[in-house]
T-cell receptor
Framework: NAGVTQTPKFRILKIGQSMTLQCTQD?????MYWYRQDPGMGLKLIYY???????DKGEVPNGYNVSRSTTEDFPLRLELAAPSQTSVYFC?????????FGSGTRLTVV | KNEVEQSPQNLTAQEGEFITINCSYS?????LHWLQQHPGGGIVSLFM???GKKKHGRLIATINIQEKHSSLHITASHPRDSAVYIC????????????FGTGTSLTVIP
C-alpha cells in the first residue's frame, strides 16, 4: 500500500496564480484532511471530508476549495495565490486507530 | 491561548537519557494523538489514546482525562529519536476535527 500520496512536493507560484494540490489514499479511509503548517505554529485544519461527496470547512478555509468525488482523492485548490498562503501543506487520512499523513507540499507564493 | 499546550518547546538530551514531553489541553476530548515529525518533514502517527497508557518499543504514552494531561516518554533515548513531537486532540463537540500543539523539538546528542 502506498498510503497517502501528495503531489507536488515543491511549488513556487506567482501572486494571483492558481494550482491544485493532489492527495490520494489507497486505504479506503473515509476521513481525509488538509492542513497547513507555518513556522512555529501548530498544524491548522483547512478543510476535511468524512466521505465521498461530503466536505466541510476547518479553521482556516479562506482562499481554498476542495472536492471529494471519490473515496481515494481529495484535491485542494488555491484559486488566487497570495503570499499568506506560503506554507507547508499536509494531507492526511484517519481510521479510529490513528493518522496517516502524506509527505507534504512546500508552497511558496512570490 | 492555544487549546493544546506542549512543554517543553525545545529539549536537548544526552543519548541514553529518559525523556518526558508534556501535553495539556483545555477542552473535552474524545481522543489524543502523539505524532512524530522528522527533520525531512514527514509526519508519523505514534499513538492514539483515549484513556490509560500505551507502549510501543521505547515509547510510552499516558493520559489523565480528569487532569486533561498527557505525557510521552522515551526510554534510553537515541540520536534517531531527534524529531518534533506533536500532540493533537479530537474535541468532543467537533468530532471530526483535530487541534494541534506547536510541537516539542527534541535533539538527542550522542
Amino acid at each position: 500500500n502506498a498510503g497517502v500520496t501528495q503531489t507536488p512536493k515543491f511549488r513556487i507560484l506567482k501572486i494571483g496564480q492558481s494550482m491544485t494540490l493532489q492527495c490520494t489514499q489507497d486505504m479506503n479511509h473515509n476521513y481525509m484532511y488538509w492542513y497547513r503548517q507555518d513556522p512555529g505554529m501548530g498544524l491548522k485544519l483547512i478543510y476535511y471530508s468524512v466521505g465521498a461527496g461530503i466536505t466541510d470547512k476547518g479553521e482556516v478555509p479562506n482562499g481554498y476549495n476542495v472536492s471529494r468525488s471519490t473515496t481515494e482523492d481529495f484535491p485542494l485548490r488555491l484559486e488566487l495565490a497570495a503570499p499568506s498562503q506560503t506554507s507547508v501543506y499536509f494531507c492526511a487520512s484517519t481510521t479510529p486507530g490513528g493518522y496517516t499523513f502524506g509527505s507534504g507540499t512546500r508552497l511558496t507564493v512570490v | 491561548k492555544n487549546e493544546v499546550e506542549q512543554s517543553p518547546q525545545n529539549l536537548t538530551a544526552q543519548e541514553g537519557e529518559f525523556i518526558t514531553i508534556n501535553c495539556s489541553y483545555s477542552v473535552g476530548i474524545s481522543a489524543l494523538h502523539w505524532l512524530q515529525q522528522h527533520p525531512g518533514g514527514g509526519i508519523v502517527s505514534l499513538f492514539m489514546l483515549s484513556s490509560g497508557k500505551k507502549k510501543h518499543g521505547r515509547l510510552i504514552a499516558t493520559i489523565n482525562i480528569q487532569e486533561k494531561h498527557s505525557s510521552l516518554h522515551i526510554t534510553a533515548s537515541h540520536p534517531r529519536d531527534s524529531a518534533v513531537y506533536i500532540c493533537a486532540v479530537r474535541k468532543l463537540e467537533t468530532g471530526n476535527q483535530f487541534y494541534f500543539g506547536t510541537g516539542t523539538s527534541l535533539t538527542v546528542i550522542p
